[in-house]
């Protein structure tokens, strides 16, 4: 299984861009990179994903290293709202429904 | 509107029983998915199904069933045989294509005393 590593925690001031890091050094060349973000008590909730170019939506941007070993979740202005834990997980293209598998995710704090 | 729904949002059992949390999905997603999720920690695998009478396990299958008799439906039971029952349980939902985003519910807690 394809695994992502993220920083535990990063902490960041409301209004502020906010630059959120994954490694994933063996994904594959079918791999798409998702990141996800999850508020207490809830389940988590999609952000964005891509596969080799730059996406953009309304909340968030997704920046993918030329090599596709990284990628940074580009949050433009942070509000008080975006404090979750961030995912990031890799999806094949290919193999339908697989083993999906979420690491510890980072703590993302806001300060007001 | 579409959407997954998990049910109870909060269950209570006494141990030695068996308790079956439910998950129904108007989405029209093959794929179908079960994590755990402890206090503090990421999400961990349980079982997942890709389509209709088919469903493997994850990275946690001990001490829990599924079946996958309807589309719609994912119910996970969690056995008297788990050791640490106790947690937040979530079910998600996708079409199977890399590119489709999971829907999750929003959890069901689950407290085993």
């Known amino acids: 299984d394809a695994k992502t590593t993220q920083p535990n925690s990063m902490e960041s001031n409301e209004e502020e861009p906010v630059h959120l890091p994954c490694n994933h050094s063996t994904i594959s060349g079918t791999d798409y990179i998702h990141w996800y973000r999850q508020l207490p008590s809830q389940g988590p909730e999609y952000v964005i994903h891509g596969l080799t170019s730059n996406v953009n939506n309304r909340m968030a941007s997704l920046a993918i290293a030329e090599d596709r070993k990284s990628s940074t979740l580009i949050l433009h202005r942070a509000t008080l709202r975006d404090a979750a834990v961030y995912y990031c997980i890799l999806r094949d293209r290919v193999q339908g429904a697989q083993k999906l598998v979420f690491g510890q995710g980072t703590r993302l704090t806001i300060n007001p | 509107d579409g959407g997954i729904t998990q049910s109870p949002k909060y269950l209570f059992r006494k141990e030695g029983q068996n308790v079956t949390l439910s998950c129904e999905q108007n989405l029209n997603h093959d794929a179908m998915y079960w994590y755990r999720q402890d206090p503090g920690q990421g999400l961990r695998l349980i079982y997942y199904s890709q389509i209709v009478n088919d469903f493997q396990k994850g990275d946690i299958a001990e001490g829990y069933s599924v079946s996958r008799e309807k589309k719609e439906s994912f119910p996970l039971t969690v056995t008297s045989a788990q050791k640490n029952p106790t947690a937040f349980y979530l079910c998600?939902?996708?079409?199977?294509?890399?590119?489709?985003?999971?829907?999750f519910g929003n959890g069901t807690r689950l407290t085993v005393t």
């Open positions: 998600a939902s996708s079409h199977r294509e890399g590119n489709s985003p999971l829907h």
